[in-house]
């Protein structure tokens, strides 16, 4: 024999509570985390396109005439870097609402199959930016006596440490990508 209580409105029960799906709050938090890291994403890939493409100095040389000047769009792998963040933080940018609806609807599946995606295209896009422009900063700073390339930085100071610090920033911005595409992953193995 079953016994069936209705409950009006008002009423209480003793009856236990029906708890909240675990599930859809880890997912909701995972979304949320999501959002989060993409923005810090923007910031350091937007910062690392500027530092690299507003870096130059000029070096006089005996006269004021006669100068040596360092700039970026000298050399085709730092073109290459700048054209890369920029690319990889306009999609960020463009990702973020696909991002919040991760949170309104936690469940939705195809979108996240999207973003893993491209978030890993545009992580492979970063790294080959990063890795041309590392070559080329590591040959600045030490040269490579072999084949007659001299250090630069010695005279070319500024313009160094420039490069280098973008370069920390477009690192960063690989380091975060791969913990979003981790993200999505987990929010995807979870849904089976």
Known sequence: MTKDVVIEHGESSKAPLVPVPVAAGVSRAVSIAD???RFLSI??????AISMGTTNETLPFFTQFIQFEAKYSDLPSF???VA???????????????SIVHIIRPRARYSRLILVFFDAAMLALLTAGASAAAAIVYLAH????R????AICQQFDSFCER????LIGSFAAMVLLIVLIF???????RRH
């Open 35 to 37: 959002v989060f890291l």
């Open 79 to 81: 073109t290459f870097f």
């Open 43 to 48: 910031v350091a890939t937007i910062a690392s």
């Open 84 to 98: 890369a963040n920029a690319v990889v933080c306009t999609y960020l940018v463009l990702s973020i609402p696909l």
């Open 147 to 150: 084949t007659n390339w001299f």
């Open 142 to 145: 030490k040269g490579n006596v």
């Open 183 to 189: 993200l999505s992953a987990f929010a995807l193995a």
């Open 163 to 166: 490069i280098s610090g973008s």
